[in-house]
């Protein structure tokens, strides 16, 4: 099959063969709307000179340089989220977006912390998520006085002097996740929850959601005292076996954050598909296949796409038009997904 010619990107485009030509030499200016006409029908059709059109468009715009941080490189979701956030980064076509990718290796406040403080004179705004904490509210605070707003995510961070908040609204997931705990636990009996950690603003409001929940419609149910798994598989894997050995009578599980992994394979081990219904957060390759196995009654998602077109969004207009005098919060839906909905 021959390559696409100027003929045949013209046609495609509704333009002339000479504004064509325009477009890819920059000999006479064209109107932006013509020539980003062009550029789209060059990458409809494969013309071979597409990416050469886009970067003439793109050394117009104003440039801005953008942080994103989030947690656990190697974990599947993280990895999603990054790519997602690249390719939105991408597809914008008003301004020229350079993104400084970065993952904390561990939860700890004082790294967190240092990645932000880092980013000052280098990035134009940051988007986070991390744990609530002094050190990082300094950080943030820091960057604030640079004119470099901070957005958090998933998990809130820094109140009050953080830009925004964007994700699901935790406190009202949580008392979802009671009620569906109430409903499809086998019979009345105890409910563990395990959260990253006491900093994890977002996990606290998801414990606090469900016992709201269980003990205004639910006391039939004990809920146990909620266990910090520090997000990691191993540590999740051994205190979900030491509960089930210690209490035959638990009927339900929450992953409020991290490590579902470990829950999953120590619920596989030790109790039948129904016995206990286990609840966790994001679709992953082990979250699917746990779902479909019966070992996993629900996961509960963000819905990343919608976050990642939002926060990139009210990135550039805060920078452009300003901090806000009052820093805000943005919520989304959180998804569902059951076996049937795979």
Known sequence: MSRPTIADLAREAGVSVATVDRVLNGRLKVREETARRVQEAAARIGYHGANAIRAR????????????????????????????????????????????????????????????????????????????????????SLLRQRGIPTFSMLSDFAQGVRESYIGVNNLKAGRAVGWMLSRVAPRPGKIAIFIGGHRFHGHELRETGVRSYFREYAPQFELLNAQANLETRQLTYEATIELLQRHPDLVGIYCAGGGMEGAIAAVREERRPGDVALIVNELTPDSTEALQDGTVTLIMGTPLQQLCEELVTIMIHSVENGMAENPGQRFLPFQLWTPESL
């Open 57 to 140: 468009l793109m050394a117009e715009l104003p440039e801005l340089r953008f942080a994103l941080i989030l947690q656990k490189e190697r974990h599947p979701f993280y990895q999603n989220f990054a790519r997602i956030f690249q390719e939105r980064v991408e597809a914008i076509t008003t301004h020229r977006l350079r993104l400084t990718l970065k993952f904390a290796q561990s939860t700890l406040p004082g790294e967190l912390a240092q990645i932000l403080t880092s980013l000052a004179g280098k990035v134009d705004a940051v988007a986070a998520t991390g744990i609530d904490h002094h050190e990082v509210t300094a950080a943030v």
